[in-house]
């Protein structure tokens, strides 16, 4: 039986994930304390994550919308990690950097491939219908493989260790990333027919259509990603010009 869409979810994945996030950020910051803006950072990151599987967001995604699925996604694998790891300080940062394999994981070159990579595969039809149609289990590794992914992203972003990357490295970063993220909403609002048969035959909800619900999806994807990153770029290349202003002011002095 579908719910209705304007039922709650009450997801145990959100219960748990947010819990757990909480209980870990709570264990760490009592050895590295953070500052209240970053607390809040994170507990706005916690908040995503939970409200995205339990609100009537959750019950649209799973049984009604692609473009529902589709924010959901967003907010979980680029949103909630975003804030996330601009709420963990420094010092809890560094200390985290340390565990095994985080250098590689935490690498530029290696974070941004496997966030791509989680990107594309949960978005192959296949495997996009079988998370659907298996929503305890695979649908829950969904979400676990984006916000890993989208944490790995971010952190040479907002993180110095264990990759202290320059304002101008950031930018050819955040650049890389919408280049090679676009094309997958633009596909979808490209496309001429559903790709996707759960959401094909799913029962329709304000009058939306399976293929036009698949070009508002992509969209909406494509949109997103665009204000999202170009934000942020445009945000670090003016403090790269500013840093070089800034540099060149100081070898002129001691000249």
């Known amino acids: 039986m579908v719910p209705a869409p304007s039922d709650w979810s009450l997801d145990p994945d959100g219960f748990l994930t947010a819990a757990g996030l909480v209980v870990l950020y709570a264990a760490g910051t009592r050895v590295f304390p953070a500052p209240r803006w970053r607390a809040v950072c994170f507990g706005i990151g916690v908040a995503v994550v939970f409200f995205t599987r339990v609100t009537p967001l959750a019950t649209i995604s799973n049984h009604y919308l692609l473009t529902a699925h589709l924010i959901q996604n967003i907010a979980i694998a680029e949103w909630a990690p975003a804030l996330l790891v601009v709420g963990i300080p420094p010092a809890l940062a560094a200390f985290l950097a340390r565990a095994p394999g985080a250098r590689l994981l935490a690498a530029p070159t290696v974070a941004l491939p496997l966030w791509l990579g989680t990107y594309i595969v949960w978005h192959l039809p296949w495997v996009y219908d079988a998370a659907l149609e298996h929503p305890r289990s695979l649908l829950h590794l969904e979400h676990l493989c984006y916000l ?102 100081l070898l002129v002095v001691r000249k």
């Open 148 to 249: 890993a992914a989208g944490t790995l992203l971010w952190w040479p972003v907002f993180q110095d260790a264990p990759h202290r990357l320059g304002s101008g490295a950031k930018s050819v970063y955040l650049a890389a990333a919408f280049v090679f993220a676009s094309p997958l909403g633009l596909l979808l609002s490209l496309l001429g027919r559903p790709i996707y048969p759960f959401y094909e035959h799913a029962p329709r909800l304000w009058g939306i259509g399976a293929l036009r619900d698949q070009r508002i999806a992509g969209v909406t994807m494509t949109v997103e990603e665009a204000v999202l990153f170009f934000c942020l770029l445009a945000f670090y290349v003016a403090r790269f010009f500013r840093e070089e202003e800034t540099r060149d002011d």
